[in-house]
């Protein structure tokens, strides 16, 4: 009996793993890997759940760890097993060779006014270029998240700033006599010397735009004025741009151990009032929305934002930037629910979802949205939910159909104001070229492969940070720049040239 | 044979087996996890072969027969990996295989039992931490600016050692925090061998006059022969592997000459590059070396007369 019995339970268990249980909702669900920060909560998430509800599908997202999107992003697209839409975040040699072998669909001859109306009005043929894969006729496997951002600025502590009767720098010179003050005159007041005036932050920024717009360099892609391509480090003004960082390092201006950073840990540092400036992809709304982080230490402090740097003599910086693209999407080849997913691309380029992806839901994650001054006002909870249920990250394209700003960032309008006055302040003394990436060109791939492969790229990180820590000499690391960096990147110029990138 | 012997050969092995029965399936799930994860994914080495392709698949793309090995062996970038692996490992085989024994020996000479039983037990814990925390421990311990080893060097009047920034320390970094780590887990094998030790030897010994560092010459070591010899093969065997968490972890610009090793290398240009072909070739060649050293390893052993693995 009890045989019997044990076996009936077990082909009872047996059936019930392999009964399929019919379902009676039909809704498509799409799922998506996208780039989310640690923050943004996927489960329960009722922007999400809007989204879907505004487009008549279920949306399943799966958000790595951001730090290790790209490994999880280069698993998933070698286990074939893709989403129907992707984040793919990289317009360069691995987009276009992902692209060759037939992950994601050519979207060619969809981007019209009839299959994607709203993508097609909005994009420019600018952005469309950083998604073409030249080796494939230029076809377009995959739409950019455009991004119309505010200024690229040094974030500085106001408040040690006054305290020590010192004006925010705007030249190389007054950026190092803060930083040295920072270091040497006790701008917290503790008594201890314990701070610094910034960290080199090389993983995030080694060269990064709001730095090296005071020196004489350019973009690897863009020719000097006679139409010559050097690769950016073996330009005159790279030297001088190393020179600098050497002498405040050698001054103990910068945070002696700025190589253990492999994220963003200066911005640690700098909440913990450790460093007095950062510079690392920081835009004018950090400007508010750092407030929180560096209140827990200390509530007496106050943040400044700073126009990127400028050469002696001029008034304004010359900073370059790629057509803002902030990453790009692309649908599986294989999916198998294409019109949802061609749809859904499509919409990503409405006001109408990326208000929501970026506002949320009134009740929950605002009170009331201003739609034309892009801001919303919010109760301490809807702060929260909106730290939870909403992200620039979120977005599918971050800006307005128009172009505008997306978001002016603030909870209230006095903040709002705020924003606005630094971001036109710093876009005054900011003058932005605009050039475009070779990275997706035929034969880039392979040159950067030869030369990841021949310890090019290890040495010079390593010679890099000798020569700003005073361990080599300069003409160390002259030598190697011209005899050995130099050369090994003489034939991606002349790929460069080739194309006539940038002329 | 004749039948009947056949057949009674079998009935005594369906007999064998039915009274062991509990134990063989106790060992399925063990065996369930080896032939799932390390036999089958097996398959995938024939990447090393081709020039894949994320679409194809492993079974679709085209054979390039030794290309990827052809451009490994003639890589700069491969013999540096090759000799830092090579060096760290043997290092670190010289310095840490000796501590867990050493640490066995001390342990098994406390005679109060309570002490005994909390001594092993805070030398297992680090084990249990994760790299990621033990990581921040030793950056927090040996930092330039605030660390406390370097605190107490400028105290004593000496001059701030860049431990966590230097080609020369780091090896010793890297075996010191493995000893840490892990040398208390380590003695729980030859505490074992130990245990298995007739009390009525060392009676004998002490019965001849021997003191206690003849009874653990005379008596303990070799009671636990065998199993030094094993471990040992399998160390030899191992010498190809020095884990990635922790040398990522300690990895950095200023000791990248020294630090880059066949995990973090295949990890930068297989995971993060995508080349994932070139990578499976850097890893079956690592494997391929590691294999001839576990089958010499244990040749030599045998040879001296000593237990072996096989």
């Known amino acids: 009996m009890k045989k019997f019995l044990a076996t009936v339970l077990c082909l009872a268990f047996v059936l019930s793993l392999t009964t399929a249980v019919a379902s009676a909702d039909d809704t498509v669900t799409l799922t998506m890997l996208q780039r989310l920060p640690a923050s943004y909560v996927v489960e329960d998430n009722p922007v999400i759940e809007a989204w879907g509800e505004l487009l008549g599908v279920k949306i399943e997202i799966e958000a790595p760890p951001i730090s290790s999107y790209g490994d999880r992003r280069n698993i998933i697209l070698a286990s074939g097993d893709l989403p129907d839409i992707i984040y793919v975040g990289d317009t360069g040699s691995s987009y276009a060779q992902w692209a060759a072998d037939g992950l994601f669909l050519d979207l060619t001859d969809y981007l019209n006014e009839e299959s994607m109306p709203n993508a097609f009005r909005v994009l420019t043929d600018l952005e469309l270029n950083s998604v073409k894969v030249a080796a494939l006729d230029d076809h377009i496997f995959s739409l950019p998240r455009v991004q119309t951002k505010p200024m690229d600025t040094i974030l500085y502590r106001k408040d040690w700033l006054d305290k020590l009767g010192l004006d925010v720098p705007t030249t190389p010179a007054e950026f190092t006599a803060v930083m040295e003050a920072f270091t040497t005159q006790d701008p917290d007041g503790n008594g201890v010397d314990d701070t610094y005036g910034f960290a080199v932050n090389l993983p995030m920024g080694a060269a990064h735009r709001v730095i090296t717009s005071a020196f004489d360099m350019r973009p690897s892609e863009v020719p000097d004025a006679d139409g010559n391509y050097q690769v950016m480090e073996a330009q005159e003004g790279y030297m001088d741009y190393l020179d600098w960082l050497r002498d405040m390092y050698m001054a103990s201006s910068i945070d002696p151990e700025f190589y253990l950073i492999t994220n963003y840990e200066d911005r640690d540092e700098f909440h913990a009032g450790k460093i007095g400036a950062i510079y690392a992809n920081t835009v004018v709304e950090h400007y508010i929305t750092e407030l929180s982080e560096t209140a827990w230490v200390d509530k007496n402090f106050e943040l400044v934002a700073g126009a990127p740097l400028h050469k002696e003599g001029e008034d304004v910086a010359n900073v370059y930037y790629n057509p803002q693209i902030w990453g790009n999407y692309a649908i599986n080849a294989d999916t198998e629910h294409l019109e949802e997913a061609i749809v859904f691309l499509d919409a990503g380029y409405t006001d109408a979802v990326n208000e929501l992806l970026m506002f949320g839901v009134e009740g929950v994650t605002y009170t009331t949205f201003d739609h034309d001054g892009h801001f919303s006002i919010k109760t301490d909870e809807q702060l929260a939910n909106w730290q939870k249920y909403c992200a620039t990250y979120a977005t599918i394209n971050y800006q307005c159909e128009d172009k505008g700003l997306l978001i002016a960032n603030g909870n209230t309008e006095e903040e709002v104001a705020l924003f606005n006055e630094a971001n036109d302040a710093i876009a005054a003394l900011t003058n932005r070229v605009t050039f475009l990436s070779g990275g997706s060109l035929p034969g880039v791939a392979e040159e950067n492969t030869k030369i990841t492969d021949a310890g090019i790229s290890d040495k010079f990180g390593e010679l890099r940070t000798k020569y700003i820590c005073g361990q080599i000499d300069r003409d160390e690391m002259v030598s190697f720049l011209q005899n050995e960096y130099a050369p090994a990147y003489a034939n991606l110029e002349a790929i460069y040239a080739a194309n006539d990138m940038n002329r | ?310």
């Open chain 2, 1 to 310: 044979m004749t039948e009947a012997t056949a057949k009674k050969r079998d009935v005594s092995f369906r007999t064998y087996f039915w009274k062991r029965r509990w134990l063989y399936l106790m060992c399925l799930p063990g065996l369930a996890f080896l032939i799932i994860f390390k036999y089958i994914p097996m398959y995938g080495v024939i990447m090393a072969f081709q020039d894949f392709s994320f679409k194809k698949g492993i079974f679709g793309s085209p054979f390039n027969h030794f290309a990827h090995f052809q451009q490994l062996f003639t890589s700069a970038k491969f013999f540096q990996v090759f000799s830092n692996s090579l060096l760290l490992s043997v290092t670190r085989l010289i310095f840490s295989f000796p501590i867990p024994i050493i640490l066995a020996l001390l342990i098994n000479e406390i005679h109060l039992k309570a002490y005994k039983k909390t001594t092993q037990t805070l030398m297992y814990l680090p084990h249990f931490l994760s790299w990621i925390v033990l990581g921040g421990i030793t950056t927090n311990f040996l930092s330039m600016t605030d660390g406390l080893i370097n605190d107490m060097i400028a105290a004593l009047g000496g001059q701030k050692i860049n431990f966590l920034g230097s080609t020369d320390w780091f090896r010793f970094v890297i075996i010191i925090t493995n000893i840490w780590k892990e040398a208390g887990w380590g003695t729980i094998i030859y505490l074992a061998g130990l245990s298995a030790i007739s009390p009525d030897l060392y009676e004998a010994a002490t019965v001849d006059g021997a003191n206690r560092w003849q009874r653990i010459a005379h008596v303990t070591l070799p009671g636990i022969s065998n199993t030094v010899v094993i471990m040992l093969v399998l160390a030899v065997g191992g010498l190809m592997n020095n884990g990635f968490e922790q040398v990522y972890l300690f990895q950095n610009d200023l000791n990248i000459a020294v630090s880059d090793v066949f995990e973090t290398y295949t990890y930068k240009i297989g995971i993060v590059s995508g080349r994932y072909s070139y990578s499976t070739a850097v890893g079956l060649f690592k494997n391929v070396i590691a294999t001839a050293l576990i089958f010499s390893s244990n040749r030599i052993a045998k040879k001296l007369g000593g237990a072996t693995l096989y």
